[in-house]
């Protein structure tokens, strides 16, 4: 059964789930939304996710679970290079993963995303997406996060605006100038964000495409 749940963040909420799955590239990409959130919270996941082999297309379709923590966590490849092209999802891939972690989470109480139809997972169509998801995983305890993914800049450069007001407030305040910096760092963590040195660390125009995701 597939329960939805509008409109709120899951990165908050993963330690109610017995299993969290994540919908990912073929090309150890993990800098969406959700996917790069999970990898902050969860060191883990990068660290296992580099071990595959990069861009490799027989991954599609196979999923690499690590199971040594709560929740359990289920990395599906159902897409190739994240990229601006309209569509990259494999829907083959997409259902050969869901039916897979039906058999393997059976039970379980689950959480995802509407994967395969963002720009972070394969921008594929989201009603094909959500048919297929529906009709793979019967045996699972479904819970799907539906709300809007915007990239990590995007959500870095909204931080900031509001930094900025303060700033702009307490100019002549030097105290309350070093404690709103550190403030801002603060944030960035508790919303799982990359820092300002790894923002300010990428410096050429590829790097720089990247970071939309």
Known sequence: MITFIKDKEPIYDTESYDVVLIGTSTHNDLR?????????????????????????????????TIDDNKPIISLMY??????????????????????????????KKVMTTVIGSTQFDGKGDREKCLSIMERCTKDLDLYVYDYEQITTREEIIRQDEYFKKL????????????????LKIEMRRKTYLPTDTYIKGKKNKEDDDILIY
Request: overall charge positive; proline content about 4%.
């Open 32 to 64: 969406g939304n959700f996917q790069s959130k999970m990898r902050i919270k969860y060191p883990i996941i990068e660290k296992v996710n580099n071990k595959t082999p990069y861009g490799d297309l027989r991954k599609l379709g196979k999923r690499v």
């Open 78 to 107: 159902m897409c190739t290079y994240p990229s601006r092209k309209s569509n990259y999802i494999d829907y083959d891939a997409l259902e050969k993963c869901l039916m897979t972690a039906n058999a393997e989470f059976k039970g």
């Open 167 to 182: 700033r702009k407030q307490y100019k002549d305040d030097k105290e309350m100038l070093k404690k709103l910096k550190d």
